[in-house]
């Protein structure tokens, strides 16, 4: 990636990098720690930060001195980096077992919606993820606040979170936005799952599905 090296910090580390129009690289930054580490989505918001989604084990640094810890085996993460790459903020979420974002997208207020996977239960700010058992698919919302230059933290809100899946293994893929605003998520699944209130079978052994799930957008208590 002329001119730049990156060196792995243990095994496998994120990388954020960008290619420029005459089809060479711009910047590259990395992450991680000693054990994988995964990069796996990024959006970028009408202000020009970039937010990048993954998975981590242990301890993952973000540029210099930011870090987060794993409560398991690995945890969820988003990380910003500003319109240059440099990393600015972590935040992370997971309990026991395994957490990780696939897919992210972005709403017209800057919101990122997600799906992903977990094992175990876990919290996202005042909303319990409940697992159904094996994997289940991950469904949230986040709001990030305006980043605070005194503190070097932005705040941020998980709006809303649930889970869908079955008794075995189910994992979301990718993520995007229904004409309403809702998000419509691509998920594999098996045997019988229910996603907030549907239930579909599946006829093999993994079965791909579309999930669009209605949101109170307008806080009306009506879907």
Request: net charge negative.
């Amino acid at each position: 990636m002329e001119p730049h090296s990156l060196s792995s910090s243990g095994g496998t580390d994120i990388l954020v990098t960008n290619v420029l129009n005459n089809g060479s690289w711009g910047w590259a930054y990395s992450a991680g720690g000693t054990g994988d580490d995964w990069g796996t989505d990024c959006v970028v918001d009408s202000g020009g930060t970039l937010r990048t989604s993954g998975t981590f084990q242990d301890t993952a640094t973000f540029g210099n001195g930011t870090y987060v810890v794993s409560n398991g085996s690995n945890d969820l993460f988003i990380a910003t980096s500003g319109e240059d790459g440099n990393w600015t903020d972590v935040i992370r979420a997971g309990g026991s077992g395994y957490e990780t974002i696939e897919g992210m997208t972005m709403n017209a207020g800057d919101d990122i919606l997600m799906t992903g996977r977990f094992s175990s239960s876990f919290s996202l700010g005042n909303y319990t993820i409940s697992d159904l058992g094996g994997d289940d698919i991950l469904l949230a919302q986040i709001h990030f606040g305006d980043f605070n230059n005194s503190t070097q933290t932005q705040p941020h809100e998980w709006m809303w979170g649930i889970s869908a899946g079955s008794s075995a293994d189910d994992y979301g893929t990718d993520i995007a936005l229904g004409a309403d605003g809702s998000p419509v998520s691509a998920v594999n699944y098996q045997f019988t799952a229910s996603f907030s209130g549907a239930e579909n079978s599946s006829i093999g052994n993994y079965d791909f599905a579309i999930w669009g799930y209605s949101q109170d957008i307008d806080g009306d208590a009506i879907t």
